[in-house]
C-alpha cells in the first residue's frame, strides 16, 4: 500500500512524499486517514526537530510523520485485534501512549515519533502499542471532522479534571473545578478556549455559576458570543460574560468586582503571555486553582505568583499537557451526543497545504486549520468561499452549506467537499 505523507527531516524539514507502507504484522492495523487538525505542537515539532521531547534523534534518516488530531476508518486489521476491530470502524486516536518501548520511549506518540503513523498521511499504519494502551478509540458519530478534534478537546477535558481545590485543615485534594463556582477563562477565544467555553456549557456533571471569558480582541470576542451565546449559558444554569481586558482601567480589580470581591475559584490561562499568567493569579479566590493550559515555547518561561495568598489564601496551580484515555472517550461520548466542535474550524485546506500552514501556524490568523488528507486544495479560510464561489461551483455551494450553519463546518459541508474535492 503506497501512502503520501508529511514527513519531518528535521528543524523546519518537512517534506511531502509518497512511499510505500510495509504489509502489516498480525498486531498492526492499516488505516486510512480522512481528516487531522493542525495543532500548535507539530508546529512546535517542526521548529525544535530532534530537539523536541518527542522527536527521535536519528529523524535525519528516519523521518517521522507528523500530525497528531486524525481521524479516519481502519482497512486492514491484524488477526491479533479481529476481535476488538473491523474493517470500515471509524476511529480516532489517544496520542499520548505513555508506552516505555517507543521509539522516544515514554513520551512516544503518533505524530512525532514513528515512521508509519501520524494524522498528515493518506494511510498509516497503526502499531500494537496503540491498542495496548487502549489509544485506538471507535467514533460513532456523523463525518470524521469531529472526531479529529477530540484529541484537543480531550486537553481541555483533562485541564477542568485536572483542577483541585482543598478544605483547610484536612489537606484532602478535592479534584475537579467548583461546582457552581465562578470560573474565568483568559485569553478564552482561541481555538482551545472556544473549546473549553463549549465544554463548560454542555457538561452535565458539573458546572459553574459564573463563567467570564477574556481576551483584548473585540473580534475574536464577539465570533465567540455568536457561537456560544450568553442565552444558550442561561439556560444550562450559567451567567456567562465576554470581556476585553484592554479596554480596563485596572483589570484584576473589575475583574474581582464581578465576583463582588471575592474572587474566581478556578482561572484558566490559555496564553504563554506572563501578564495573563500574573493577571490570573491576582483575581483568584480563597482557595483558588489557576491552571496554566498552555504551553510555553521558552523553557525559561515564568511568572511572578503571590506566595503570601498561598500560605494565607490556599491559592494554588495545576497544569496538564494533554488528556488521557478517559478524557478522549468522554471527548468523543460527547461529540456523539451532539457537541458540534465545529466552532473551532476557520479554515479548510489538502495534504499540499500542510508544510506551509505547519511552519507558518503562529502566523496564521483564525482558529483550527482542518485537513483533509486525500485532497489538494490550498489553506482556505472558510470566509473566503463565497468570493471563490463566483468562479468555482463548489466553493459556491460549500458557501452556501456554510451559510446555513452560521457560517461554520459542518458533516454537510465535509461529505460535499470529499464528493467534489476533484472539482476544486
Known sequence: ??????????????????????????????????????????????????????????????????????????????????????????????????????????????????????????????????????????????????????????????????????????????????????????AGVGPMGLAAINYVLHRDDRRPALCVVTDVDQTRLDRAASLYTVEFAASRGIELLYVNTATMQNPVEELKAITYGEGFNDVFVFAPVKPVVEQADAILGFDGCLNFFAGPGDPNFSATFNFYNVHYGYTHVAGTSGGNNDDMVEALKMMSKGLDPAGLVTHIGGLNSVIEATNHLPEIPGGKKLIYTHIEMPLTPISDFAKLGESNPVFKTLAEICSKNQGLWSVEAESFLLANADKL
Open 1 to 186: 500500500m503506497k501512502t503520501k505523507a508529511i514527513r519531518l527531516y528535521g528543524k523546519k524539514d518537512l517534506r511531502l512524499e509518497e512511499f510505500e507502507l510495509p504489509q502489516i504484522k498480525d498486531n498492526e492495523i492499516l488505516a486510512k486517514v480522512v481528516s487531522d487538525s493542525l495543532c500548535m505542537s507539530s508546529y512546535k515539532a517542526s521548529t525544535q526537530g530532534s530537539d523536541h521531547k518527542r522527536i527521535p534523534n536519528d529523524v535525519a534518516e528516519n523521518p517521522i510523520i507528523i500530525g497528531h488530531e486524525f481521524a479516519g476508518e481502519l482497512v486492514e486489521v491484524g488477526a491479533k485485534w479481529a476481535h476488538k476491530f473491523k474493517t470500515g470502524d471509524k476511529f480516532s486516536i489517544q496520542p499520548a501512549l505513555n508506552f516505555e518501548g517507543g521509539p522516544v520511549g515514554v513520551l512516544s506518540a503518533p505524530g512525532y515519533s514513528y515512521p508509519y503513523i501520524g494524522g498528515d498521511a493518506t494511510y498509516v499504519i497503526i502499531p500494537n502499542e496503540v491498542m495496548e494502551k487502549d489509544c485506538l478509540l471507535a467514533y460513532h458519530g456523523e463525518g470524521f471532522y469531529p472526531a479529529s478534534l477530540a484529541e484537543p478537546l480531550s486537553c481541555v477535558i483533562g485541564a477542568m479534571h485536572a483542577n483541585y481545590h482543598l478544605s483547610p485543615g484536612s489537606y484532602v485534594h478535592k479534584m475537579e473545578i467548583v461546582d457552581r463556582g465562578k470560573m474565568a477563562i483568559l
